[in-house]
C-alpha cells in the first residue's frame, strides 16, 4: 500500500517524534517525584541511556513505546508501507534492548520495562506506579510493566 504522504512530508513527521521527554515519561517521572524518589535522566555513561536512573535503589526505569520497540499489546501495528524497513528497525531495537538489558543487570542494576500503553488508562497508570514504587523498595531484579 502506498504512503499517503510524500517522501519529504513523512520524513519530517518521522524526525518530529521526540525521544526524550516524551509524555509517558513525564507522566511517570511527575508521579515518581510527588512520591518523593529522585532519579537522574538519560545517564550518558550507562549502556542504552536509560530514561530513569534511581541509584539509590541500583535501579533504572526504561519507559518503552509501543511501536518503537514492538511492543505485543493493541497499540502496536506493524506499518503496511516500507515493510522491510520497519521490520529491520523494530527488530534491531527489541535486540538493542535485550542486550542493554545485559549489560544494565551486568553493572548490577535492577530493570524495570514501563510500556507506553499502560500510561493511556488512568486507573490501570496509577495501579502501575503503586507497583513500581513496591518493587523500588524491595529487592526483584526485573519488572514489566505492561498491559
Known amino acids: 500500500m502506498p504512503d499517503k504522504c510524500s517522501k519529504e512530508t513523512r520524513s519530517h ?5 521526540k525521544n526524550k521527554n516524551t509524555n509517558p515519561e513525564l507522566l511517570i517521572r511527575k508521579e515518581l517525584f510527588l512520591n518523593g524518589f529522585r532519579y537522574r535522566l538519560h545517564n550518558g ?9 534511581l541509584k539509590k535503589y541500583s535501579a533504572v526505569v526504561l519507559i518503552n513505546g509501543c511501536f518503537w520497540h514492538g511492543h505485543n499489546c493493541i497499540y502496536f501495528k506493524w506499518p503496511k ?39 493511556r488508562n488512568d486507573k490501570l497508570f496509577h495501579k ?14 526485573t519488572l514489566e510493566i505492561s498491559l
Open 45 to 53: 555513561k550507562l549502556p542504552g541511556k536509560p530514561d530513569l536512573v
Open 81 to 119: 508501507s516500507n515493510h522491510d524497513f520497519w521490520y529491520n528497525k523494530i527488530n534491531g531495537n527489541i535486540q538493542n534492548d535485550t542486550i542493554v538489558k545485559e549489560k544494565l543487570q551486568d553493572m548490577g542494576y535492577r530493570i524495570c520495562v514501563f510500556w507506553e500503553c499502560v500510561t
Open 13 to 17: 513527521m518521522m524526525s518530529s517524534i
Open 128 to 141: 502501575s506506579i503503586y507497583r513500581l514504587i513496591k518493587w523500588l523498595y524491595g529487592n526483584r531484579r
